[in-house]
């Protein structure tokens, strides 16, 4: 039996063109689902980028050098537009891909909005020892997948840290 590990420490990455420019144009950003999962996991870091490959894995690499976090969960960029490049960014980087979660969070999201939920490409890996998670920009995908992530995200982390 894996230990549940509970106190878990999160880093919330809000991935969007529209919110940076206007947070670099000092402009009041809107970022409805950012600000829901930093509440909801009392993130410790919380942060907005553009859709960039480089830049979402820069991130990922300043985040686990710089905090002590234990799961980062990035929003926004799992679509199918040109310039949703999340998923991209994050597969060159995981170790190991948990399936799983995204066949889950396809399936809560099918029971709430039909099949449009096969637009979403959510998912979730394993990088340098930290649990990493890519959602849908919308709150309402955001309040589904936290479900999961408050659920199991401990229970993962038990398994990681029993190597």
Not at 20 to 38: F, H, M, P, R, T
Not at 104 to 127: C, P
Not at 140 to 150: M, S, Y
Request: glycine residues 8%.
């Amino acid at each position: 039996m894996h230990k549940r590990i509970k106190n878990i420490k999160y880093a919330v990455v809000t991935v969007s063109d529209s919110r940076y420019n206007d947070l670099i144009k000092g402009k009041e950003v809107d970022d409805k689902s950012g600000k829901l999962l930093k509440k909801e996991l009392n993130a410790k870091v919380y942060t907005i980028i553009p859709d960039n490959k480089n830049m979402i894995k820069g991130i990922v690499e300043h985040i686990v050098e710089f905090f002590d976090v234990d799961c980062i969960v990035f929003t926004g960029g799992t679509g199918i537009a040109e310039r949703d490049v999340t998923v991209e960014a994050l597969k060159e980087i995981i170790e190991k891909e948990l399936d799983g979660f995204k066949i889950i969070f396809q399936k809560l999201s099918y029971e709430e909005v039909g099949f449009s939920a096969m637009l979403s490409r959510a998912m979730a890996g394993i990088y340098k020892g930290k649990i990493i998670y890519a959602l849908p920009g919308s709150v309402n995908a955001c309040r589904t997948a936290l479900k999961i992530i408050k659920e199991e995200t401990g229970h993962i982390l038990g398994h990681l840290r029993e190597g």
